[in-house]
C-alpha cells in the first residue's frame, strides 16, 4: 500500500511539473513585427479617421439616431483636412500622442506625477468635463488618482477617459489584463467609480484584437476584465440582449437603450456625455457593424449623443483588429493629390508646444515603445530584418509604479473624530510608516490610514514612507488642526445674493445634475462639502456686468477668530470662481476693515482662466486675531465670455459649498 501511494505522489509530481512549462508556454504569443507595425498603423490611423469622420455629427443626434444616409462622410471637416493638408489633432488623439512623448521621455511606465507634469504643460485650452476638472484639481496641487476622485471632480461620470487612454492598450498586445489594469490607472487621472470601466473594456479589447477578429468575442474578452456586479458590465450586457432581440433593427435598440440609460438616467449623471451612455452605443454600433469598418464607423455616428468620440475609439479598434490594411482608402486619402495616409501629417492644433508629427513615424515610436514594453514583461524578439517576431508574454501584469499622491488633507478639528486615508488606489497595499515629526495628539497611523480624536490644534510636520519590499520613498506633510468651527453656531448668514435664480441656472449651460444645486445660500454653514443641495451658485440676473460677492456670517456677541476655511463648489466654463478674495471684518462702529497679514493655504490660482480653476476644494486662510461680531470674504466674481450662443447675457456667479470660521487657538 506504501508503494502504491508514493507511486501515485510520484505520478501526481511529474504531471504537476511536467505542465508547468505548457502553462507558461501557453500564455505566450508570436506575432510578426510587420504584422505588428501595420496594427498600430491601424490604431492610429482609424481614430484620425473615426475622430474627423465624426466630428461633424458630436452631440447633434440626441432625441433620435442620425438618419441612415449612409456613408456620412467627412462633411465639414473636410474644410479643415484641406486647410491644415493633413489630420489636424484633437482631444480623441492628442493626449494619446502626448503619453507617446512621456513614454519616450519616462520610460514604458510613466508616473502619475509624470503625466500630471505633462498634462499641466501641454493643456492649456480646449479641455472639458473631466479633463479640465483634472487639470484644475493638478493646478492646485492635487496628483492622479485624487484628480478624477468622484469627491473633488464631479464630472468623474463623463466620458473622458475612454477617449484618451487606447494608446496603453495598443503597445500592449495579447497582454488583455495588463491593458485593463493599466487602463484602469491611467482612467483615473480624470475619473472614477463606473465612470473608467468603458476604458477598463476598451483597454482589454484593444490588447486582444491583436489575436481575435470576431467583434462578439473581443466584447465578451473584454467583459470578463469588469467588475461582474459592475454598472458597465449589465450595460454591455443589454446591448447584447438589445442586439438579440433586434438583430435587424439598429434604431429599435438605440431607442431602449437611450430611454434606459438618458431619459430615466438619475439626475446627478444625466447628460449627453455620460461614460456609461456613450459606452453604450459604442457596443451597439460595433455589434451591428457586422465586422464592416464602414459601416461600424457610420453606426458609432449614428447611434448619437458624443459620436465621433465613440467613432474614433471604435475605428481604432477595429484598425488594430483588422490591420490599417483593412480601413478603406478613400478614408484616408480624402483629398485628391494625397498618396500617404492624411498626407503623412499629423498637425497640432490643440495643445501647447505639441509637436507636429510624420503619421509615419508616430507609428514607428508607438511601435518602438511597444516592442520595449513587451521585453520589459519577459517577453522576447527574435529574427532578423523582415523576419523579425515578437514572442509576448500574454500573462504579464501591471504594477503602478511606487509614489505618493497628493490630495485633500484631512480637515481635523479638535475633539472631532478623524477617519483619513493618505493611501489611494494606486499605493494602497504598501507599507506606510511615519519616518519624522510626531502626529496630533489623539491621533495615530496605521498602514496610510490616519484615525483619533485631536485635542490641541496646531501645525504638525511628520515625514511619510511608504515601502514595497526593498523600494521605499518619503514626503513632508503638514497636518493642521483647526479650533472649534462657529460658522454653525452664527445667528445670521451674510451674503449679497441669498437665493438661486433658477431660472438663470437654465439658461447657463450648466453641466451638473440640477440636484447638485441648492435654492438658498444657508447650506454654506451645513458641513456637506458635496452631494445633492451642497452648492450655492450666487446667479441672480441674466446682467453680464462686473459683480462683487460676498458671505460671511454674524454673531450676536463678539468672537476672537483668525482663520476661515472657504470651500469652493462646481465650476462651469464662463464663471464660478473669484479673481480676487479678501477677508474682511466688522469693527465696533460697525465698519467693514480688511484683517491684517492674510494668507492663503495653497494660493489662489494664478490665472483667471477657466482651465486653471478647481473644482470642490479648500482655501485656509489664516490672519492677524480679530474681535468681532461680523466676518465675511469678499471679491470680485469672474466674468466671460463664452463660445455656446445660448449662454450670452448670464450674469457673473461664484460657487461655495461651505464657509468655516475658527476661532483662535486661545480658546478651546
Not at 166 to 185: Q, R
Not at 334 to 355: A, H, K, M, Q, V
Not at 400 to 406: A, C, D, K, Q
Amino acid at each position: 500500500m506504501k508503494k502504491l501511494l508514493l507511486l501515485i505522489l510520484i505520478l501526481v509530481f511529474d504531471l504537476y511539473t511536467n505542465a508547468l512549462p505548457v502553462q507558461a508556454e501557453s500564455r505566450m504569443k508570436k506575432i510578426s513585427i510587420t504584422e505588428l507595425r501595420d496594427k498600430i498603423a491601424g490604431a492610429w490611423i482609424g481614430q484620425m479617421v473615426g475622430n474627423m469622420y465624426g466630428l461633424p455629427h458630436e452631440n447633434k443626434y440626441v432625441a433620435a439616431p442620425g438618419p441612415e444616409n449612409w456613408p456620412y462622410g467627412y462633411s465639414k471637416s473636410l474644410d479643415k483636412l484641406k486647410k491644415y493638408e493633413g489630420a489636424f489633432s484633437d482631444d480623441d488623439t492628442d493626449v494619446e500622442y502626448m503619453y507617446l512623448l512621456q513614454m519616450e521621455k519616462c520610460g514604458v511606465e510613466p508616473s502619475y506625477e509624470e503625466l500630471k507634469e505633462a498634462w499641466m504643460y501641454y493643456i492649456r485650452d480646449r479641455v472639458w468635463l473631466a479633463n479640465r476638472g483634472a487639470l484644475g484639481l493638478m493646478h492646485f496641487g492635487f496628483t492622479p488618482p485624487f484628480t478624477g476622485s468622484r469627491l473633488i471632480n464631479p464630472h468623474w461620470y463623463q466620458i473622458d477617459p475612454q477617449l484618451i487612454n487606447e494608446i496603453w492598450a495598443f503597445t500592449a498586445p495579447g497582454m488583455v489584463d495588463y491593458a485593463a489594469a493599466k487602463s484602469d490607472w491611467a482612467a483615473r487621472i480624470t475619473s472614477d467609480s463606473w465612470g473608467v470601466e468603458p476604458t477598463i473594456h476598451y483597454g482589454a479589447m484593444y490588447a486582444a484584437a491583436f489575436f481575435e477578429k470576431d467583434i462578439r468575442k473581443l466584447i465578451e474578452i473584454g467583459l470578463k476584465e469588469l467588475p461582474p456586479d459592475g454598472r458597465y458590465s449589465q450595460t454591455v450586457r443589454d446591448m447584447i440582449a438589445l442586439h438579440d432581440k433586434y438583430p435587424d433593427n439598429w434604431q429599435n435598440a438605440r431607442c431602449e437603450m437611450a430611454e434606459k440609460y438618458y431619459v430615466n438616467e438619475p439626475d446627478m449623471t444625466k447628460t449627453i456625455w455620460n461614460a456609461n451612455l456613450n459606452g453604450a452605443c459604442a457596443i451597439l454600433a460595433m455589434l451591428y457593424g457586422n465586422g464592416e469598418f464602414q459601416r461600424t464607423l457610420d453606426l458609432a455616428c449614428a447611434m448619437g449623443f458624443d459620436a465621433d468620440n465613440q467613432a474614433a475609439t471604435v475605428a481604432g479598434l477595429f484598425g488594430v483588429m483588422n490591420g490599417f490594411s483593412s480601413i478603406p482608402a478613400n478614408l484616408y486619402l480624402p483629398i485628391e493629390g494625397w498618396s500617404l495616409p492624411f498626407n503623412d501629417r499629423y498637425i497640432n492644433i490643440t495643445r501647447y508646444d505639441l509637436p507636429d508629427a510624420s503619421i509615419k513615424e508616430m507609428i514607428d515610436r508607438t511601435l518602438e515603445q511597444c516592442i520595449s514594453l513587451v521585453l520589459a514583461k519577459d517577453g522576447k524578439l527574435t529574427g532578423t530584418g523582415d523576419n523579425q517576431v515578437l514572442i509576448i508574454n500574454t500573462g504579464a501584469r501591471f504594477n503602478p509604479p511606487l509614489e505618493f499622491s497628493m490630495g485633500p488633507m484631512p480637515r481635523m478639528e479638535v475633539n472631532k473624530p478623524v477617519d483619513y486615508w493618505f493611501s489611494s488606489s494606486n499605493n494602497k497595499n504598501y507599507k506606510w510608516v511615519i519616518t519624522g515629526g510626531k502626529l496630533p495628539q489623539g491621533v495615530s497611523l496605521e498602514n496610510g490610514h490616519l484615525s483619533g480624536v485631536p485635542s490641541i490644534p496646531g501645525m504638525y510636520p511628520v515625514t511619510l514612507e511608504i515601502r514595497d519590499g526593498n523600494r521605499g520613498i518619503t514626503k513632508d506633510f503638514s497636518l493642521l488642526v483647526r479650533n472649534t468651527n462657529i460658522a454653525p453656531e452664527a445667528d445670521s448668514i451674510l451674503a449679497n445674493v441669498g437665493e438661486l435664480n433658477e431660472a438663470v441656472l437654465d439658461s447657463c449651460w450648466y453641466t451638473f445634475g440640477r440636484l447638485l444645486y441648492s435654492k438658498s445660500v444657508n447650506v454654506i454653514n451645513d458641513g456637506l462639502t458635496g452631494g445633492t443641495g451642497s452648492v450655492f451658485y450666487s446667479l441672480a440676473a441674466k446682467a453680464n456686468i462686473p459683480k462683487v460677492d460676498y458671505y460671511g456670517y454674524a454673531w450676536d456677541e463678539p468672537r476672537n477668530i483668525d482663520m476661515l476655511a472657504f470651500f469652493t463648489g462646481g465650476m462651469e466654463e464662463f464663471g464660478g470662481w473669484f479673481t480676487s478674495l479678501n477677508v474682511q471684518y466688522m469693527d465696533e462702529k460697525g465698519k467693514w476693515q480688511p484683517v491684517e497679514k492674510a494668507c492663503f493655504n495653497p494660493p489662489m490660482p494664478e490665472s483667471d482662466i477657466v482651465f486653471y480653476q478647481p473644482h470642490f476644494v479648500e482655501y485656509v486662510i489664516s490672519f492677524e486675531p480679530v474681535k468681532t461680531k461680523a466676518v465675511r470674504i469678499i471679491g470680485d466674481a469672474m466674468v466671460q465670455s463664452h463660445w455656446n450662443k445660448y449662454t450670452k447675457n448670464v450674469s457673473a456667479f461664484t460657487s461655495i459649498t461651505e464657509l468655516s470660521v475658527y476661532q483662535t487657538k486661545s480658546e478651546r
